[in-house]
């Protein structure tokens, strides 16, 4: 499927948060698409192309980052 992006949620440490900008900078370097930076939490979400094994292993590289999740849907069945 040409196109697809995985959404991420990615976690700054707390000693990359000092120089938020330049984690960010990175990320999109790695090749991630930022959507958001919630600088009080220090998490950053976008999406990166691809498959998503590799998702996590380029943007963990990144000096400053702590984690990296692939964003998850939960849904309910439908009521009765």
Do not use: I, K, N, Q
Request: net charge negative; glycine share 16%.
């Amino acid at each position: 499927m040409a196109g697809f992006r995985h959404r991420v949620v990615v976690s700054v440490a707390d000693d990359g948060l000092a120089d938020l900008p330049a984690v960010v900078s990175a990320l999109r370097e790695a090749g991630m698409e930022v959507d958001d930076v919630m600088e009080s939490l220090g998490v950053v979400t976008g999406s990166v192309p691809g498959p998503a094994a590799g998702a996590g292993g380029a943007l963990g590289a990144v000096p400053g980052v702590a984690s990296v999740e692939l964003e998850r849907e939960v849904g309910l069945p439908p009521g009765e």
